[in-house]
């Protein structure tokens, strides 16, 4: 089992910043990819950003492409998510998720991924 944990969410104003943090724990995550998902009320949950288990690769959705920064530390165990120049359509709950498979590069299917943390909330208003 791996278990995931968040951190780092919080109230900002448009244009400003947050990092989100992802600790996890128990069986070793890596070389597992990695991912951040993020859920609005009401609506599904969507694929964000993802990270290859080496750190190598990396995926983006397109509404965040250059202002949301992946990476990670496996001596760490440590996934990361930089967010600069947040906008109001960015809050949501933000859940960190590792790969089911160890042989899995990249994903952005929900379903590939087994493990999840419980979220921290991202809210972006003036």
């Known amino acids: 089992q791996v278990q995931l944990v968040e951190s780092g969410g919080g109230l900002v104003q448009p244009g400003n910043s947050l990092r989100l943090s992802c600790a996890a724990s128990?069986?070793?995550?890596?070389?597992?990819?990695m991912a951040w998902f993020r859920q609005a009320p009401g609506k599904a949950r969507n694929f964000v950003a993802g990270?290859?288990?080496?750190?190598?690769?990396?995926d983006y959705v397109d509404s965040v492409k250059g202002r949301f920064t992946i990476s990670r530390d496996n001596t760490k165990n440590m996934v990361y998510l930089q967010m600069n120049s947040l906008k109001p359509e960015d809050t949501a709950v933000y859940y960190c998720?590792?790969?089911?498979?160890?042989?899995?590069?990249?994903?952005?299917?929900?379903?590939?991924?087994?493990?999840w943390g419980q979220g921290t909330q991202v809210t972006v208003s003036s």
């Open positions: 128990g069986r070793t995550f890596s070389p597992a990819a």
């Open positions: 990270i290859s288990g080496r750190g190598d690769k990396t």
């Open positions: 998720a590792a790969a089911r498979l160890p042989r899995l590069v990249l994903s952005r299917t929900l379903e590939d991924y087994a493990y």
